[in-house]
């Protein structure tokens, strides 16, 4: 079954700091990688995904992240966090069922903190 | 407006009162999941449905129930709750379940506390 870690269940950066939020999967075969944001009282929204067509992924809101196989990592970076990034972020993996279906594994989430 | 809608957002009850939680699609999707959210543990898929009357377990499936009677809705049924099911719930879509790559759209969540 695969699995996804994300290191750091909160992380405070000062507006306009790097942003890195940390995710390592476990698979056995070429994983599909996704980062969900959720902000305050909303379902998760989808940031990026990664696919297997590129290893540096853009997303939404200026996030960034890069598949980086010999590390079985999938970090989230954003150069410069604004006050707006303060959320929630889930690293997610799809695994394959029994028949024939993909679910999402999450990692258990990593709440970013920004400070003025 | 392309959403995924639950209700109700906030819902307190007793241990053992039946409860139901809407799930409701407007995007023609095929696939719909229920997750339960808890600090530190990530979502967790409860239950899963491929299409219409195609339900199946996920993950922690244990004192829930679903049905898809029609595509658009998913329902969540909680026959006799106790206080270990008190968590925010998630129901998600997607167009099909057998893409690997297919976003899950997500609804603002149910927040359910069992007394």
């Known amino acids: 079954a695969q699995s996804v870690t994300q290191l750091g269940s909160h992380v405070s950066v000062s507006e306009g700091a790097l942003v890195l939020l940390r995710c390592n999967y476990s698979?056995?075969?070429?994983?599909?990688l996704f980062w969900y944001v959720q902000y305050p009282n909303q379902g998760l929204q989808l940031l990026l995904k990664?696919?297997?067509?590129?290893?540096l992924v853009k997303g939404i809101n200026g996030f960034e992240a890069e598949f980086k196989k010999s590390e079985t990592s999938f970090h989230l970076t954003k150069p410069s966090a604004h006050m707006s990034d303060a959320a929630e972020y889930f690293c997610?993996?799809?695994?394959?069922?029994?028949?024939?279906?993909?679910?999402?594994?999450f990692g258990s989430g990593t709440r970013l903190l920004v400070r003025p | 407006e392309a959403q995924v809608t639950q209700n109700p957002r906030y819902l307190i009850t007793v241990t053992g009162k039946k409860l139901t939680v809407t799930c409701s699609q407007n995007?023609?999707?095929?696939?719909m999941s229920w997750y339960r959210q808890d600090p530190g543990l990530g979502l967790r898929q409860i239950y899963y449905?491929?299409?219409?009357?195609?339900?199946d377990k996920g993950d922690v499936p244990e004192g829930y129930k679903v049905s898809r009677k029609e595509k658009r809705n998913f329902p969540l049924i909680l026959e006799s709750p106790s206080p270990n099911q008190t968590s925010l719930y998630f129901c998600?879509?997607?167009?099909?379940?057998?893409?690997?790559?297919?976003?899950?759209?997500f609804g603002p969540g149910t927040r359910l506390t069992v007394l």
């Open positions: 998600a879509s997607s167009v099909h379940g057998t893409e690997f790559n297919n976003e899950q759209f």
């Open positions: 698979s056995s075969v070429p994983p599909y």
């Open positions: 990664y696919t297997s067509a590129a290893t």
């Open positions: 997610a993996v799809s695994d394959l069922g029994m028949d024939s279906s993909y679910k999402l594994i």
């Open positions: 995007m023609n999707h095929e696939y």
């Open positions: 449905s491929m299409n219409v009357e195609v339900t």
